[in-house]
């Protein structure tokens, strides 16, 4: 059964930085992208990024370049979404998805909430 | 980057009646589109992809179709656990842009 568990709600202060994780399990991890999405909030899903977790061939979205770092650790099969300085507008959930070569995000995490608070 | 529009933004609706969402995409993306379903505090839920086509397990009330820049989804008969936020994304180029969803409630 193919699963993604991500790290517990995390709450912040702005200025502090923070990694969350996304553990997989139940596929070869090496052959699928890693995505993740943003969701401020009471607001929609925002596409931030892809992860290839064989060679760490990494993709941001314009508007998260710079302000996240995507990461992989291919023994443990597990992703990571890390922020070097939190600001409050970061207070969203985050979740972790599966993506086909050129298909679907077809299973996803549980989500991660993280608060910032200023 | 492709832009996805959606409408309606929102929508209500009795139980039994067809349902149809519509999504455009900003340029050609043939049919690299899917469908999710999001209900309050949980995950987002694959139901569609490659534009028309069923994810396992999911109902066959649910149903998808277009190609190139104008999509739609339908539920053929709405029933009560269908109340969620319905949101389109494209996979034919990174990034995969959403739409902005359509919140569907019961009348």
């Known amino acids: 059964e193919v699963q993604l568990v991500q790290s517990g709600a995390e709450a912040k202060q702005a200025g502090e930085s923070l990694k969350i994780s996304c553990e997989a399990s139940?596929?070869?991890?090496?052959?699928?992208?890693i995505a993740w999405v943003r969701q401020m909030p009471g607001k929609g899903l925002e596409w931030m990024g892809i992860i290839y977790p064989r060679d760490s061939d990494t993709r941001y979205s314009p508007s998260f370049q710079g302000q996240v770092t995507m990461s992989v650790d291919k023994s443990i099969n597990t992703a990571y979404l890390q922020w070097s300085s939190l600001k409050a507008s970061d207070t969203a959930m985050y979740y972790c998805a599966r993506r086909q070569q050129l298909g679907p995000s077809d299973y996803w995490g549980q989500g991660t909430l993280v608060t910032v608070s200023s | 980057d492709i832009q996805m529009t959606q409408s309606p933004s929102s929508l209500s609706a009795s139980v039994g009646d067809r349902v149809t969402i519509t999504c455009q995409a900003s340029?050609?993306?043939?049919?690299?589109l899917s469908w999710f379903q999001q209900k309050p505090g949980k995950a987002p839920k694959l139901l569609i992809y490659?534009?028309?086509t069923l994810e396992t397990g999911v109902p066959s009330r649910f149903s998808g179709s277009g190609s190139g820049t104008d999509f739609s989804f339908t539920i053929s008969s709405l029933q009560p656990e269908d109340i969620a936020t319905y949101y389109c994304q494209h996979y034919e180029s990174l990034p995969d842009t959403f739409g902005p969803g359509t919140k569907l409630d019961v009348k």
């Open positions: 139940g596929y070869s991890f090496t052959t699928y992208w």
């Open positions: 340029q050609d993306i043939s049919n690299y």
């Open positions: 490659d534009a028309s």
